[in-house]
């Protein structure tokens, strides 16, 4: 059984049906990319992982255990964590307040240690530790909500376009980040429409679109597929 199992998924907004019955796997330690086209259902596929959208149909099942009506505080305890899209950093709190909210239900002095950890892998977040959150640059905004998500020390997180609106430079300082995540043994679940990085990132790969996925595949098989070619990489 995979780490994450997502069922005929189905999420409404109202009247709008923004998924169609979306099934998807991520297997622990694995690194498993959704990409697909503006509205296509991606930031909705993570929202109802991570119960902020109730799913209007199907099934999630997150190591072995229904997560499908679970409440999204009792969901980051069991494992999964949000960096969501648009950053959403408390802009009015420091770098350190954001991070220590990130490890809110936890206790203990392993703590501590994440918040080492989430240094190492971003020594800006380090020198930056009492600036408000607000007064810092789109990317650096984007490694702490990375950084943020980690405090909760998930088995599974789960990463809204990492790369959006953020300088080449940054983007590259992500990826690499998120190669040292996936090392550490951590599952990924990347949404992006950054294709080609997101496509290189990952081992596995689904086209969402319009609510539905479209093709599922090893990445290295959808980086040859002309469909993803021609609609997804820009070749
Ligand atoms: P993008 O890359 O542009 O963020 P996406 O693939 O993440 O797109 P979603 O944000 O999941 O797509 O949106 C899927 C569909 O649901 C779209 O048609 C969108 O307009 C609609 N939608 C999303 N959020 C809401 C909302 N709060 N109210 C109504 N409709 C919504």
Excluded: W
């Amino acid at each position: 059984m995979a780490l994450l199992e997502v069922s005929d998924l189905h999420a409404h907004y109202g009247a709008i049906e923004a998924l169609k019955g979306i099934s998807l796997t991520v297997e622990d330690g694995d690194v498993v990319t959704l990409i697909g086209s503006n509205g296509a259902g991606k930031s909705t596929t993570l929202r109802c992982i991570s119960g902020l959208t109730p799913p209007s149909g199907g099934s999630l099942t997150f190591a072995g255990q229904d997560l499908t009506r679970v409440a999204p505080h009792e969901i980051v305890t069991r494992g999964i964590a949000l960096s969501p899209e648009g950053r959403r950093c408390f802009s009015r709190m420091t770098v350190r307040e954001n991070l220590d909210l990130g490890a809110y239900r936890r206790r203990g002095p392993a703590i501590a240690a994440d918040l080492e950890r989430v240094f190492t892998l971003f020594p800006r977040l380090k020198e930056r530790e009492s600036q408000r959150a607000g007064t810092m640059s789109g990317g650096e905004q984007q490694m702490l909500a990375i950084g943020r998500a980690l405090m909760a020390s998930p088995r599974l997180l789960l990463l809204d376009e990492p790369s959006l609106g953020i300088a080449p430079v940054l983007v590259d300082r992500i990826y690499q980040t998120i190669s040292e995540i996936h090392s550490l043994g951590m599952a990924i679940l990347l949404v992006e429409q950054n294709a080609n990085r997101a496509l290189d990132a990952a081992s596995r790969g689904y086209v969402l679109e319009t609510g539905r996925i479209a093709l599922a595949d090893r990445t290295s098989s959808l980086q040859r597929d002309p469909r993803v070619q021609e609609a997804y990489l820009g070749t």
